[in-house]
């Protein structure tokens, strides 16, 4: 099972202030996010395992992804179009967390807060290397590509589903592991589904924040 590493973190210090609203202005507060972009690179450890598994159907809110159901919700529509879906588990490994929540227990909660901000960014950053290579794998086909799908993050696909789309993975391969709650552990760890087939007319793969429980609230909304 292919395993993603050796990727180029790129955290954007635009982006991590944008959290911050007016307080960005404040000088201790730029200089907190130039030091936690920095630390974040230092901490992270980035990898992630993927698959390519064939999509055999749709089935009203559930989808059938190589031998396993999925339970993607009302939205499971947008897998319809797919022949092939790109499963993946990211991380940046448990050092940048660890950091973070020691900062914090310190009482340096503005260099915790903005670490783990950092941290939030980097995973990002994987993310994004692993929408490329779907991107990648659908032209070589002619293809397009459906938004990045996860569980929790998409309304009506539960996070406990989390089990069913990771049994299609080696979590193993990264050092990743599923807590009871069916939560990924370390943290800063994801689970996604890119569709891939000839129906989808997008060519790169964007976010489903429009389809979100946290759509209003999110920092990190598009």
Same mark, same amino acid.
């Given at each position: 099972? =292919?395993?993603?590493? &050796?990727?180029? @973190?790129? @955290? #954007? @210090? &635009?982006?991590?202030?944008?959290?911050?609203? #007016?307080?960005?202005?404040? =000088?201790?507060?730029?200089?907190?996010?130039?030091?936690? @972009?920095?630390e974040a690179r230092r901490l992270a450890e980035p990898a992630a395992v993927w698959a390519l598994w064939p999509v055999h159907e749709v089935d009203g809110e559930r989808a059938r992804v190589g031998e396993t159901w999925l339970h993607l919700g009302p939205h499971a529509d947008l897998l319809a179009p797919a022949r092939q879906a790109l499963v993946s588990v990211a991380t940046i490994g448990p050092a940048l967390e660890a950091r973070a929540n020691r900062l914090i227990q310190e009482g340096n909660l503005l260099e915790g807060f903005m670490l783990d901000s950092a941290g939030v960014l980097a995973l990002a950053a994987v993310g994004d290397s692993l929408n490329r290579l779907a991107e990648d794998l659908a032209a070589q086909r002619e293809w397009g590509v459906s938004l990045a799908l996860a569980p929790g993050s998409l309304v009506g696909w539960p996070v406990h589903d989390q089990k069913a789309l990771c049994s299609l993975l080696d979590l193993s391969a990264i050092g990743v592991t599923?807590? =009871? #709650?069916?939560?990924?552990? =370390?943290?800063?760890?994801?689970?996604?589904?890119v569709g891939l087939g000839p129906g989808y007319t997008a060519r790169q793969v964007e976010s489903a924040c429009r389809f979100c429980p946290q759509r209003e609230t999110c920092w990190r909304r598009h």
């Open positions: 099972m =292919p395993v993603l590493k &050796d990727v180029e @973190i790129h @955290i #954007s @210090i &635009d982006e991590l202030l944008r959290a911050q609203g #007016s307080a960005a202005q404040r =000088p201790a507060v730029r200089e907190a996010a130039h030091w936690a @972009i920095a599923l807590n =009871p #709650s069916q939560v990924l552990v =370390p943290h800063k760890s994801t689970s996604r589904l």
